[in-house]
Nanobody, 122 residues
């Protein structure tokens, strides 16, 4: 069974950076998609960024374009989310998720990590 574990969260000040990591195991296919989602208190979960390991195709939410970068190291089976110029609105629990499908559709991510807290102070 696919398992994911996130790390790298924490408390930072506005303008600072964090890099989240997501170790993936148990996946059945050579190619897959990884997504990063976040949920702020009192708000619905939103898709932040996705990547397909087949061709490196990516998706970014408008709110993070130019600040966040998603990547994946298939040798280490680890996905990353580099978050620069963080803002208080980026605060939330960040989850990585796995999909067998490569079209980066938000509703096709079936396996989820437990999440990691990111808090950005003003």
């Amino acid at each position: 069974e696919v398992q994911l574990v996130e790390s790298g969260g924490g408390l930072v000040e506005a303008g600072e950076s964090l890099r989240l990591s997501c170790v993936v195991s148990g996946f059945p296919f050579d190619h897959y998609a990884i997504g990063w989602f976040r949920q702020a208190p009192g708000k619905e979960r939103e898709g932040v960024s996705f990547i397909a390991t087949s061709d490196g195709g990516t998706y970014y939410a408008d709110s993070v374009k130019g600040r966040f970068t998603i990547s994946v190291d298939k040798v280490k089976n680890t996905a990353y989310l580099q978050m620069n110029n963080l803002k208080p609105v980026d605060t939330g629990v960040y989850y990585c998720a796995y999909s067998d499908y490569l079209d980066l559709a938000e509703d096709e991510f079936d396996y989820w990590g437990p999440g990691v807290q990111v808090t950005v102070s003003s």
